[in-house]
């Protein structure tokens, strides 16, 4: 079963264009690259051949990769979400009943997933247990470090 990802419009479109770059400028740098060191003699002791080749089949891979996460996308639209449960995309105040900290998180997809900007992927455990929770309940979520327990404090878009 194929994972479904959930990007916005802005995401979806910034990937496309991350893979029209590798296929139309990366991919004919890596040939270039392969055929400069081909010209360099014999292929066994090449270095430069060898490494050539190395970065073309990563770049292939991710080509292949960033496919996938495009033909799995699913966008979603901000302005239609429901504020009464934490969802993709929205913005969840939360406090740590332990520490009795106060953060907002949004929570959004593994690609767009940065938590210097308080954006959490929906697969981590923090995410996965805010996911579904309303206001005023408490989700306890596991982690390495053990039990936490977040109160829904605010959803919002």
């Known amino acids: 079963m194929t994972q479904v990802n959930y990007v ?4 979806f479109e ?18 270039k690259a392969i055929a400069e060191a081909r ?18 089949g990563l770049l292939e ?7 996938g996460t495009i033909a799995t ?15 993709i995309l929205t913005h969840v105040t939360v406090t740590n009943m332990n520490t009795k900290k106060q953060i ?13 900007l308080k954006k959490i992927s929906s ?5 996965a247990g805010l996911l579904g929770k309303e206001i005023g309940q ?8 053990g039990l936490i327990k977040f109160r829904v404090d605010n959803i919002s878009v």
Not at 39 to 56: I, S, V
């Open 73 to 87: 996308a699913r966008i979603v639209d901000a302005s239609m979400l429901d504020t009464n449960r934490v969802s």
């Open 123 to 127: 697969t981590s455990p923090v995410g």
């Open 39 to 56: 010209e360099k003699g014999d292929l066994k002791e090449n270095a430069e051949y060898d490494a050539a080749k190395e970065a073309q």
């Open 104 to 116: 907002t998180y949004q929570i959004v997809s593994e690609k767009e997933a940065d938590l210097k």
């Open 138 to 145: 408490i989700a306890e979520i596991k982690v390495p470090a």
């Open 61 to 67: 891979a991710k080509i292949k990769q960033l496919e």
């Open 14 to 31: 910034q990937m496309q264009q991350q893979l029209q770059q590798m296929k139309a400028v990366d991919r004919l740098a890596a040939s």
């Open 8 to 11: 916005t419009q802005e995401t």
